[in-house]
């Protein structure tokens, strides 16, 4: 009989946190599922303690060569025998409740198809450095639906999802390397509901190898193309794309137009959102309101910044 669900871990050359990863999952409480790693070319010793488990519920594939995380997951959603596919980085660590909560939260909401939990942002002893902000502030299908046009706010080792709703769109666009589940979770959203449990249900690790510049300006520009592909209508210029940016980020420098230019882009951004809903997933009056809630927040930060300049 097969799990009811897998958890898909991709590992490469993930020796140093790797056995904390696996035992967070041994040791859940929810029983029914497979751990499914694929070991995605490890030049380290991975293979090697993925293997000092004597656990049948551990399945270990290998990849011959390195295909990347994007292809090492769609290769595991396509071995995956679990109904289910939860996420785990090999570097994280689940709450020992994690899986057994969010079964639960879709067995109880059929209509959701992914479900995912606040992080814990920990360094590498484990120690508390923080939360990802934009994470815990958007939890409603209607608030993470209109965030993801702009920014991912779930993380990947913390989602939990029916795995024929993902297959059926495509699974994970090999084309964003850095930024696959952030692209995912957005078509998703289009497509079923996405929700969040308002709980820390994962602990990922930040380090030196996983916060490096490089990685950071990589994802940073990634996340840009994909921000840019939402909006094409609204690319028509060097200006209009300056525009955008600063809309997303309004740290950028300098301002590239006044508050009334911005705001008239803002609002169409808004209209095009609203309109694409689906009003059988999504709450409209509630989208509109989180809308408005949305540019509010922009006016008063513009406003902010502003007078911030001056005094300096």
């Not at 290998?62 to 679990?82: F, W």
């Not at 994970?172 to 998703?188: G, I, M, Q, S």
Request: glycine share 4%; hydrophobic share 35%; charged share 30%.
């Amino acid at each position: 009989m097969n799990p009811k669900l897998t958890v898909l871990m991709p590992v490469y050359n993930g020796e140093r946190f790797l056995s904390d990863a696996i035992e967070s999952i041994l040791g859940q409480t929810y029983k029914d599922f497979e751990l499914l790693i694929i070991n995605d070319g490890s030049a380290d010793r991975s293979r090697e303690i993925i293997l000092s488990y004597d656990d049948p519920r551990i399945i270990l594939v290998e990849n011959q060569q390195n295909q990347g995380i994007p292809r090492t997951r769609n290769i595991g959603l396509k071995l995956a025998r679990g109904k289910y596919v939860a996420c785990m980085d090999a570097d994280d660590i689940s709450m020992p409740d994690r899986l057994e909560k969010q079964i639960k939260f879709l067995v109880d909401n059929p209509e959701v198809g992914l479900v995912a939990g606040w992080i814990e942002i920990v360094g590498e002893d484990r120690k508390h450095l923080g939360f990802w902000r934009v994470d815990k502030a958007n939890n409603t299908p209607e608030e993470i639906y209109y965030t993801l046009h702009f920014r991912n706010c779930i993380a990947q080792s913390s989602v939990l999802f029916d795995k024929d709703i993902v297959l059926k769109c495509g699974g994970y666009d090999e084309r964003f390397t850095k930024t696959e589940d952030f692209e995912l979770w957005l078509r998703l959203s289009k497509t079923t509901k996405v929700a969040k449990i308002k709980q820390v249900l994962v602990k990922r690790r930040e380090y030196n190898t996983n916060t490096s510049l490089k990685l950071i300006q990589e994802h940073k520009l990634n996340t840009e193309k994909l921000y840019f592909l939402n909006f094409p209508e609204f690319l028509t210029d060097n200006k209009s794309k300056e525009i955008l940016l600063f809309i997303k980020d309004l740290s950028r420098e300098p301002k590239p137009a006044e508050l009334g230019d911005l705001l008239k882009v803002f609002n169409q951004i808004n209209d095009k959102i609203i309109l694409e809903a689906n009003p059988h997933l999504l709450s409209i009056k509630k989208l509109k309101t989180y809308c408005r809630i949305r540019k509010n927040h922009f006016i008063f930060n513009f406003i902010k910044k502003n007078l911030y300049t001056r005094q300096k």
